[in-house]
């Protein structure tokens, strides 16, 4: 397997506080990466490293095969980022933005700059100034911007800032569109774990600036985490009896009056029907599996 980025014990340190600890990356070539991690974890102190605006305190990062130095200027025109909120000059068109950002890349393609505002339902505000954007707008400019030049790694620091649920779809389509046709390998971060999942075929997981774990979607799914889920108004009854009569101990008290049973030895029939004979009333009873939200948290919770 080919890696377009990989990082060794990358390390930055800001004063004492060490924001990213000997952390290691693989991001296969051709795929979408989903980096996930709380707010304050590293995710956007690791992307600037990776983008040469912040240098590491030791550790390091190959692109492309290649060992990140401070004027590794070839390297990173081969790369399109987003890192924290787009800027732009105020008082430049969107499309005013896009050329002279083709300029400063030294990238010549007629009507780049066209479908580049195209692809991000951008046409129809080309000559509106930047400082008369949106929120929403800004944030697709930013993303007209990161793909204009089609680099064959694209670095998305929460690209879905500011977008409504129509924009995340169109986003989100997107992206999978640019993996899958033009095979531009997407780094990409959000808190939004569902939009991940729907895209990304490998995670890296991070928390207190330490990885935690990279796993594929397919790992995630093919572990077949399923479990049985009952709200109960009678919740301590119903935890006593699940551990003490039915001496199963993998099940979790979650909150809204809710119990999630892990045990695969046991089947829905039989938990209702102990429950009925011991009187304890049932509000509700589904067989769910186990998404990666629900995969995130069990794995970050706890963790110091």
Aim: glycine residues 6%.
């Amino acid at each position: 397997m080919q890696y377009i980025v990989t990082t060794n014990n990358l390390t930055k340190r800001v004063k004492e506080k060490e924001i990213v600890s000997n952390l290691n990356m693989h991001i296969s070539q051709g795929q979408i990466y989903g980096f996930l991690g709380p707010n304050g974890a590293g995710k956007t102190t690791t992307m600037k490293m990776l983008t040469n605006l912040w240098k590491p305190t030791s550790g390091e990062i190959n692109l492309f095969g290649q060992k990140l130095m401070p004027d590794s200027y070839q390297v990173l025109k081969r790369m399109g980022s987003i890192i924290e909120f787009p800027t732009f000059y105020e008082n430049m068109s969107a499309a005013e933005n896009l050329k002279l950002h083709c300029e400063y890349m030294g990238y010549y393609s007629p009507n780049c700059v066209e479908q580049a505002l195209d692809m991000l339902y951008l046409s129809d505000a080309k000559d509106k100034k930047a400082k008369e954007f949106s929120l929403g707008m800004r944030q697709r400019l930013g993303i007209a911007r990161a793909v204009l030049t089609k680099p064959e790694l694209l670095i998305l620091d929460e690209p879905a800032n500011g977008l409504d649920p129509a924009g995340m779809k169109q986003i989100r389509d997107l992206l999978t569109m640019l993996c899958k046709e033009y095979g531009i390998t997407i780094l990409i971060s959000s808190h939004l774990l569902s939009e991940i999942e729907s895209i990304a075929q490998t995670i890296g997981i991070i928390h207190h600036g330490k990885m935690l774990q990279e796993i594929s979607m397919k790992e995630i799914s093919d572990m077949g985490l399923e479990y049985i889920e009952i709200t109960t108004p009678n919740i301590k009854q119903a935890a006593y009896t699940i551990a003490e009569k039915m001496n199963l101990q993998n099940f979790k008290i979650m909150e809204d009056n809710r119990i999630r049973v892990y045990d695969n030895k046991v089947s829905s029939q039989e938990l209702s029907g102990v429950f009925a004979d011991n009187h304890i009333a049932i509000q509700a009873l589904n067989v769910k599996t186990e998404s990666l939200e629900d995969y995130f948290l069990k794995l970050t919770e706890g963790v110091k």
